[in-house]
């Protein structure tokens, strides 16, 4: 049976217009601090801007008449799944032509950065230009939120295709009635603790250029720093807590965050998510403490890191993996997890973790419980249907088997097992914090997968999955 149709291909082309012509903006905001620093590397910004916004232009006016059908979640997810891919195509073109690294690093790079995962393929970041350094935050602050929601929200207008296009980045809470209002609230809060993220590192005595880029890159949860020693280089107390407060805030819902003034900050305090990420970090962080010699605030600094996918770091990776195994596996279990459903991190989301073990808990008691009983799984006063309990029980399964595959994979190629685990979960889960293997040596099959692994764990799988199978089945006609 065909599940694609030339009318699928052509909803999909043309609704990717807007798509391309956003991430070629994106490619033009960097010519700021390009001419600000006297660098003078336009086209390198320029060439793969324009060729962007020109493609976008195009299928937006050819496929403008041929678009009468109306567009479903599968359309959505295929959009979704390609806007990632060629956001991460163009951004690698730009790194290449400006820094001459080999086109397949630029686009590790491009991706890492927009999945907010954070690993680069850089040698020294601070010899790059500024303009480089401020396209690697500009996409991570980008990616963090949704290159989708972003362009989406400020190009299309309200309706079903905005609906759809939300829901294909795994998104599906709502602040205002509509999609596309929701989306525009949602950028205004992201821009407030932007700015606000900003303010606080000046005043800590940042740099207002390094203020900005790690605003960026904490604030989205991505973590790739300006610094080789990420926010380690600072060695400064009072803007690693700043960092930490920023990536708590950005791995918290963003609904919480709208209800905050409202609540008067009960909303906040009273989420069931924030609780348990502020609780496991606390605990852990203790524990952790108490069985090794670490640095606290290192300690402190690497399990929020963990907990909200950031990745950023003040310990290098190298003294990461001299650390003792068990607190590395303490902070591969934070890594799983990741933060609140509707935010900016990646992993398997604690909603997910809760109505997966909520599942099991009601599976001991129908056991225990008189036979034809039902018991109902609740969350927030609200019972949780047995289809999101499935969903949560097929991701989790799906996302492990996904891990396992390239734990293997880096087993393979010679690399100690250990350190192949933490890589595949830092990969998976858009994390970024990394033990040493994972650089711009690495195999280029390896480089291939890891982007493959960052693509499918920002977009949740089911996207990437759907888009390959509408890609095999094009091909076999």
């Given at each position: 049976m065909r599940y694609i149709t030339k009318t699928d291909l052509i909803i999909v082309a043309r609704n990717s217009g807007y798509l391309m012509v956003g991430i070629g903006v994106m490619c033009l905001i960097p010519l700021i601090?390009?001419?600000?620093?006297?660098?003078?590397?336009?086209?390198?910004?320029?060439?793969?801007?324009?060729?962007?916004?020109?493609?976008?232009?195009?299928?937006?006016?050819?496929?403008?008449?041929?678009?009468?059908?109306?567009?479903?979640?599968k359309h959505g997810m295929m959009i979704s799944s390609f806007a990632w891919l060629w956001a991460s195509i163009i951004g690698g073109v730009v790194f290449t032509l400006s820094t001459n690294i080999p086109l397949l690093d630029g686009i590790f790079e491009s991706m890492s950065a927009l999945t907010g995962t954070g690993i680069t393929m850089f040698?020294?970041?601070?010899?790059?230009?500024?303009?480089?350094?401020?396209?690697?935050?500009?996409?991570?602050?980008?990616?963090?939120?949704?290159?989708?929601?972003?362009?989406?929200?400020?190009?299309?207008?309200?309706?079903?295709?905005?609906?759809?296009?939300?829901?294909?980045e795994a998104r599906d809470e709502r602040i205002k009635p509509s999609i596309k209002a929701t989306m525009e609230k949602t950028i205004e809060i992201y821009a407030i603790y932007t700015v606000a993220g900003i303010i606080l590192y000046v005043l800590a005595g940042m740099p207002l250029f390094d203020s900005i880029c790690n605003t960026f890159h904490i604030i989205s949860t991505g973590g790739m720093s300006v610094k080789n020693a990420n926010m380690g280089y600072y060695h400064?107390?009072?803007?690693?807590?700043?960092?930490?407060?920023?990536?708590?805030?950005?791995?918290?819902?963003?609904?919480?965050?709208?209800?905050?003034?409202?609540?008067?900050?009960?909303?906040?305090?009273?989420?069931?998510?924030?609780?348990?990420?502020?609780?496991?970090?606390?605990?852990?962080t203790l524990m952790l403490y108490l069985v090794s010699n670490i640095?606290?605030?290192?300690?402190?600094?690497?399990?929020?890191?963990?907990?909200?996918?950031?990745?950023?770091?003040?310990?290098?990776?190298?003294?990461?993996?001299?650390?003792?195994?068990?607190?590395?596996?303490?902070?591969?279990?934070?890594?799983?997890?990741?933060?609140?459903?509707?935010?900016?991190?990646?992993?398997?989301?604690?909603?997910?973790?809760?109505?997966?073990?909520?599942?099991?808990?009601?599976?001991?008691?129908?056991?225990?419980?008189?036979?034809?009983?039902?018991?109902?799984?609740?969350?927030?006063?609200?019972?949780?249907?047995?289809?999101?309990?499935?969903?949560?029980?097929?991701?989790?399964?799906?996302?492990?088997?996904f891990?396992?595959?390239?734990?293997?994979?880096?087993?393979?190629?010679?690399?100690?097992?250990?350190?192949?685990?933490?890589?595949?979960?830092t990969l998976q889960g858009n994390n970024g914090l990394e033990l040493g293997i994972i650089n711009y040596t690495l195999n280029p099959i390896l480089k291939i997968v890891s982007m493959f692994d960052m693509w499918t764990g920002r977009l949740e799988i089911y996207p990437v999955l759907i888009t390959l199978r509408a890609f095999f089945e094009i091909f076999k006609r």
């Open positions: 601090f390009d001419l600000i620093y006297f660098e003078f590397d336009i086209l390198s910004f320029v060439i793969p801007g324009l060729i962007s916004i020109l493609l976008g232009v195009f299928g937006l006016k050819y496929f403008d008449e041929k678009t009468k059908k109306k567009m479903r979640l040698m020294d970041v601070e010899v790059l230009p500024h303009s480089i350094l401020f396209f690697r935050a500009l996409e991570q602050w980008i990616g963090g939120l949704g290159v989708v929601v972003m362009v989406i929200g400020v190009l299309t207008k309200p309706g079903s295709v905005s609906s759809k296009l939300y829901h294909s400064n107390d009072i803007i690693y807590f700043i960092s930490i407060v920023l990536m708590i805030l950005g791995a918290t819902s963003f609904l919480v965050h709208y209800k905050v003034i409202k609540t008067r900050g009960r909303s906040l305090l009273g989420d069931l998510q924030f609780q348990i990420i502020i609780s496991i970090i606390a605990v852990v640095v606290p605030m290192e300690l402190l600094f690497t399990a929020v890191s963990a907990m909200t996918t950031t990745g950023a770091s003040v310990a290098l990776p190298s003294t990461m993996a001299g650390w003792p195994s068990f607190v590395n596996v303490c902070m591969m279990c934070l890594m799983l997890m990741g933060g609140s459903n509707g935010s900016t991190v990646g992993a398997i989301k604690l909603v997910r973790m809760i109505t997966y073990f909520k599942g099991i808990y009601r599976h001991v008691r129908e056991i225990l419980s008189p036979d034809g009983r039902v018991v109902p799984i609740k969350l927030h006063g609200h019972t949780i249907p047995e289809k999101s309990i499935a969903q949560a029980g097929n991701f989790i399964t799906l996302y492990m088997m891990i396992m595959f390239t734990w293997a994979l880096f087993c393979l190629f010679g690399y100690d097992p250990f350190r192949s685990l933490f890589a595949a979960m």
